[in-house]
């Protein structure tokens, strides 16, 4: 009874009073129990106004910041989406709420073993998971045939990496923290008949992007 009450709390007060509106995006997070995804020393903390630690110095992140990004996608039951940096599995849920097939990529084995038992655990069948390097994307087969509607970046990055805008689908959105390792913007990259499109959402902090395409170490 406690947690669903910090959870309806969490939604009025951290995101709804703050401009997100997205029914799908909201309804998404009234169905997934954040407390399941942190560490159980601090589950009196999960519906707090913050990121938190999830071990091996990583970030489950903010409730605001994951719903804002979710909102900018304008995420669509039709949608194949593409998360990188599964961490604690808590977007990946919100995704998998939403859209059709979610594949998720983390390069720390132990978080997306822990992730895949507990989203296993919650009955979730629209996830596909995989430990390695997601600056690379998800590629598989036919590159033609394998193209996300949405790409979602849980991680910074000094660039925008390049398999990611090519893994996208025509009129594809793929959103992005880019800058430096402690402070960035969030970058979101339209994909159209007339080329990539940049917009610039506002100010965020992310734990880094490491990877071929990202920072090294
Ligand atoms: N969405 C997650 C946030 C995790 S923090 C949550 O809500 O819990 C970002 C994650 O990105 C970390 O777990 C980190 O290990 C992972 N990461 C960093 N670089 C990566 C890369 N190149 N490929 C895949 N995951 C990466």
């Not at 790409?151 to 793929?174: F, W, Y």
């Amino acid at each position: 009874m406690k947690n669903r009450s910090s959870c309806g709390n969490m939604i009025k007060y951290q995101l709804v009073a703050r401009g997100i509106i997205d029914e799908k995006v909201l309804k998404a997070f009234s169905s997934v129990p954040r407390h399941l995804f942190v560490p159980d020393e601090i589950r009196y903390l999960a519906y707090n106004d913050s990121p938190l630690s999830i071990g091996e110095g990583q970030t489950i992140s903010q409730p605001y910041i994951v719903a804002l990004m979710m909102q900018i996608l304008e995420l669509k039951e039709s949608d194949k989406v593409l998360e990188i940096g599964t961490g604690s599995g808590y977007q990946t849920a919100l995704l998998a709420e939403i859209a059709t097939e979610v594949f998720t990529v983390e390069r720390i084995n132990s978080l997306i073993q822990k992730a895949e038992n507990l989203l296993n655990d919650l009955g979730y069948k629209n996830i596909f998971y995989r430990f390695g390097d997601g600056t690379l994307g998800w590629k598989d087969g036919n590159p033609e045939q394998n193209k996300f509607d949405k790409i979602i970046v849980a991680a910074a990055a000094p660039d925008i990496p390049e398999s990611l805008t090519s893994q996208l689908a025509m009129n594809g959105k793929l959103i992005i923290p880019t800058g430096n390792r402690t402070f960035q913007q969030l970058v979101v990259i339209t994909r159209t008949e007339d080329g990539y499109i940049h917009t610039n959402e506002g100010g965020c902090t992310f734990v880094p992007l490491i990877g071929d395409e990202g920072w090294q170490e």
